[in-house]
């Protein structure tokens, strides 16, 4: 490559037929003494990559961007640098126009654009070009790259030229070994050139009107994000970054806040209505009343998780090969057993939880791949496709995270549900989070990809009980002493799940996640008939209150093993302890402690308590379900139902 200066401007000529021009940029001078440069006239930029079809991580960007210019921790820059077909854009061909403009919304209300945190990539596909060749513009910079080698993907251009995406695959197969493979002839050296071009082109739109000598550039992966904020609960503290997160969340969204509060004070009413209804219901049976003050409920919000129309396509070999993350999928087994442990644990505790649905339908398959055999669908005490209600609809997403924050500091709010970026958006601002996901590697299946980068958020990583009560004491001891948290965040914990969403599409042998849910059940030893059966009965109502839950292989394999169940139902009983006293940090006066609650000898004797009283319960469900067996034998011997009959069916619906 050879530069070629001449009139102020700078030319740099390299092995492509084209040129690229950009203002001059003079080094400093060589002298034998050495000048200490300005702090501000030398910067480092970060670019952290983003396309289109990394919807779940937009917001952990947007929160990046924004700590990052409160905060400025590590003397970085950040910028989002968005890759975008432009020419599809211009025809909105397939509604990409729309889709575009949705997702840049989402930064514009943080009006994050407008500041110049935002930078574009406008990708042009032509086949008039050797490779690429760029043009600097007002939004970042036109990139004019070869459609034959880069087959009209902007993730592509992005691999080439950033180095930094996520490119699976075996040597040889990945895209980036595709696409130097298509370039043949010094494809390295290509390379290294069109990236030097490249970030020279990006510069002058980073820089702005600022005087910067010559900054350094840089570029990260949508991870970066998530780590620059760990690198910020750090430095300044879990409490600061999500109070700073919470309070431009407030102020972007602030149109939303009145509709919102009005939309939320109408659910609510709906939700205790229908859980005094049922504490009036059980009043005469053997479940324990529970008396507590309206503050006092604790509503777990379970995300549902499920399939849009094009990846259930694919996995049915429909149309198409994105099956997205079928692992992540909710599937019906998992939903009732976490459900049964909420009321399990409200149960032993004397506390009121509160199991709210939200996010998609619960939809299980019937034998048929065409209907679904369970729906569990919106209702007016559920937040199911709440996004599609009349308060939510057509607006922008701001109107949503709007509305979660307001319920998150309304009411003690615990989130629970498979790993997706649904939970992110409020687990970044500090909402007590239980996430479950698949860390480990398991013989047979994928290595999981992605996992670390939650994780890491995460200041509990251990996996057992006692080490979880010490993190406990220790938290609650930081929590009353007013000591930052840093680390992670302290309510974020995570729970290991070997890719139960799979399970989902186990009735199905001819559908995409074949392999894998034929590795599940095999480790259980469980056959795919047998599977099929324990999962339509699962569709009765109350099916699991009957059952002993440890150690049943059936409940395992769709739901969570008994190490991580206990590792569950302890994190909603601290959760519930601690969360008004965590909350109160985030105020100007915090809330002060009793003294009995700061002892650790008091939280030994409470769980103690917690795990006498889940035994009786657990012994009054081995009786009922002893009982219910004695019931049955009889009605069999006397030609009358079985034992499953003895349930009535919610027609469908699930509880």
């Given at each position: 490559m050879q530069c070629l200066c001449g009139g102020g401007r700078l030319v740099l000529r390299t092995d492509f037929p084209e040129i690229h021009e950009f203002p001059l940029i003079l080094e400093e001078p060589k002298l034998k003494l050495k000048l200490k440069p300005r702090p501000e006239e030398i910067e480092e930029f970060v670019c952290i990559t983003h396309h289109l079809i990394q919807e779940g991580d937009t917001y952990g960007l947007i929160y990046s961007l924004l700590v990052n210019e409160a905060f400025h921790v590590s003397d970085i820059n950040l910028c989002g640098l968005f890759f975008v077909d432009d020419d599809d854009y211009s025809a909105n061909r397939d509604g990409y126009q729309g889709k575009i403009d949705r997702r840049m919304g989402y930064f514009d209300s943080f009006r994050l654009r407008e500041r110049g945190l935002i930078k574009l990539a406008k990708c042009v596909f032509t086949d008039k070009v050797k490779v690429m060749k760029f043009e600097p513009d007002r939004d970042g910079v036109v990139i004019f790259a070869n459609s034959q080698i880069f087959g009209k993907n902007t993730r592509k251009v992005s691999i080439f030229l950033t180095g930094v995406e996520n490119d699976p695959g075996k040597k040889g197969q990945r895209d980036s070994d595709k696409?130097?493979?298509?370039?043949?002839e010094d494809a390295k050296e290509a390379q290294q050139q069109a990236r030097s071009a490249f970030i020279e082109c990006l510069r002058p739109a980073l820089i702005g009107e600022r005087r910067l000598l010559r900054p350094i550039v840089r570029f990260g992966y949508i991870s970066y994000s998530t780590s620059y904020v760990l690198r910020c609960v750090n430095e300044v503290g879990a409490v600061k970054v999500a109070g700073h997160l919470r309070g431009a969340i407030l102020g972007a969204t602030r149109e939303y806040t009145r509709e919102n509060e009005v939309f939320l004070g109408d659910f609510m009413g709906e939700v205790f209505g229908k859980y005094l209804v049922k504490k009036q219901r059980l009043q005469q049976g053997s479940v324990p009343k529970i008396e507590a003050p309206k503050e006092d409920f604790i509503v777990v919000l379970f995300w549902i998780r499920g399939a849009k129309d094009s990846e259930r396509d694919a996995i049915f070999k429909v149309e198409g090969t994105n099956v997205g993350k079928p692992q992540h999928h909710t599937n019906v087994g998992l939903y009732k057993y976490v459900r049964e442990l909420v009321r399990r644990t409200a149960e032993a505790t004397g506390r009121p939880y509160l199991f709210v649905p939200i996010g998609d339908e619960l939809k299980d398959l019937a034998i048929d791949s065409t209907e679904y055999g369970y729906v569990k669908g919106s209702k007016e005490n559920n937040l199911i496709n709440f996004f599609r209600r009349t308060t939510f609809k057509d607006k922008p997403m701001g109107a949503q995270i709007n509305f979660l924050l307001q319920f998150a500091l309304n009411y003690k709010v615990i989130q629970v549900g498979m790993r997706s970026g649904s939970m992110e958006r409020l687990m970044y601002l500090g909402v007590p989070t239980i996430y479950f996901d698949r860390t480990e590697i398991v013989e047979g299946l994928m290595n999981p990809v992605g996992d670390s980068r939650i994780l890491d958020l995460c200041s509990f990583k251990k996996r057992s009980t006692p080490q979880l009560l010490d993190y406990c004491v220790d938290v609650i001891k930081r929590v009353s002493d007013k000591e930052p948290l840093s680390g992670g965040y302290p309510l974020f914990f995570h729970i290991e799940n070997t890719d139960t969403g799979a399970l989902k599409y186990a009735m199905f042998p001819n559908s995409r996640e074949e392999k894998r849910s034929n590795v599940l059940l095999a480790r259980a030893k469980i056959s795919r008939e047998e599977f099929n059966d324990f999962t339509g009965h699962l569709k009765i109502k109350n099916f699991l209150h009957w059952m002993e839950l440890e150690q049943n292989k059936f409940a395992i394999v769709s739901g969570l093993s008994d190490?991580?169940?206990?590792?569950?139902?302890?994190?909603?009983?601290?959760?519930?302890?601690?969360?008004?006293?965590?909350?109160?940090?985030?105020?100007?006066?915090?809330?002060?402690?009793?003294?009995?609650?700061k002892q650790s000898k008091f939280v030994k004797q409470y769980y103690q308590r917690i795990e006498e009283n889940e035994e009786a319960v657990r012994e009054r469900i081995r009786a009922r379900e002893r009982r219910a067996r004695e019931n049955a034998q009889r009605e069999r011997e006397d030609g009358g139902v079985g034992f499953f009959d003895m349930f009535n069916s919610d027609d469908g619906n699930g509880e």
């Open positions: 696409i130097l493979g298509l370039i043949a190490s991580e169940a206990a590792l569950f139902t302890m994190m909603l009983w601290f959760i519930g302890e601690i969360q008004p006293y965590y909350e109160h940090l985030f105020k100007d006066s915090p809330a002060k402690f009793p003294i009995f609650f």
